[in-house]
């Protein structure tokens, strides 16, 4: 409880406008607890739902101070909107052999999937299309949010990880320190 009020107090802080929601059980293995929705981070971001507050504050710093300086300074386009993937879902780990029946995280809310990029500019960066682009500057993009990722969420899954994860990154506060 106190992690929670304290993650509130950081949102905050940070100018982040939320929600909270009610904390619910879903089903064996799954549900809703210290969970908030985001409603104004500084960008806007589509597809995303109840996120546990750790992992939104997570990802709301990591938009803010990864992809939007890398979107300009990578991309010379102003970051204009973020497309998400989902966020809750009760739901086991899929495609690894590793995962053998565990819960995701997206079964607490504890992981949120990225698809792509809006640029002021029109462009839109998409991880199943520009994963292994031939332009440069957009690998260069893509890699960089990646590792910036990789500085903030215990686990991080990209295309290079396995086929499950070709149009997304997976983001996830877990403390597990791993990053593929």
Known sequence: MRETARCHADLRAQGVEFRVLPDKATGQGC???GTVQLLDIGVPVTGITAMRCGNARAFAGWVRNAVVPAAYQ???????????MGTYACRNVVGSSRGGGRRSGHAIANAVDVAAFTLRDGRQVSIARDWASEDAAVRGFLQTIRRSACRRFGTVLSPDYNAAHRDHLHLEDDGADFCR
Do not use: C, D
């Open 31 to 33: 549900g809703l607890y």
């Open 74 to 84: 990578g991309m010379g386009s102003e970051l204009v909107r973020v497309t998400g």
